[in-house]
């Protein structure tokens, strides 16, 4: 059992930066693979990043590819997403999820956290 929480989400302008941070509970977390997805506003929730257990594979959307960085710091249990040069299609409800593999879809994770709202303003 992994339990998630999000924190960092907030207003920003555009162009802007912010770091959201995914606290897991348990000590299984370094077996896992971490991923972010969104949600904007009346639109299905999409993948942005995933990261393998290891570190060592990760993947992003086209749409994120060079202003985001999907990281993790198992010491510290937290997975970190950094997101830069923010644009206000980035709006969205954040959302981070462990499963066992770093895919692009939903149905590959096991656990979820609540979401942080990302509010990017033009």
Known sequence: QVQLVESGGGLVQAGGSLRLSCAASGRTFNTYAMGWFRQAPGKERDFVAAISWTGGNINYADSVKGR????RDDAKNTLYLQMNSLKPEDTAVYYCAAGPRPAGVEYAY???????QVTVSS
């Not at 096991?110 to 942080?116: D, I, V």
């Open 68 to 71: 985001f960085t999907i990281s």
């Open 110 to 116: 096991r656990y979820w956290g609540q979401g942080t």
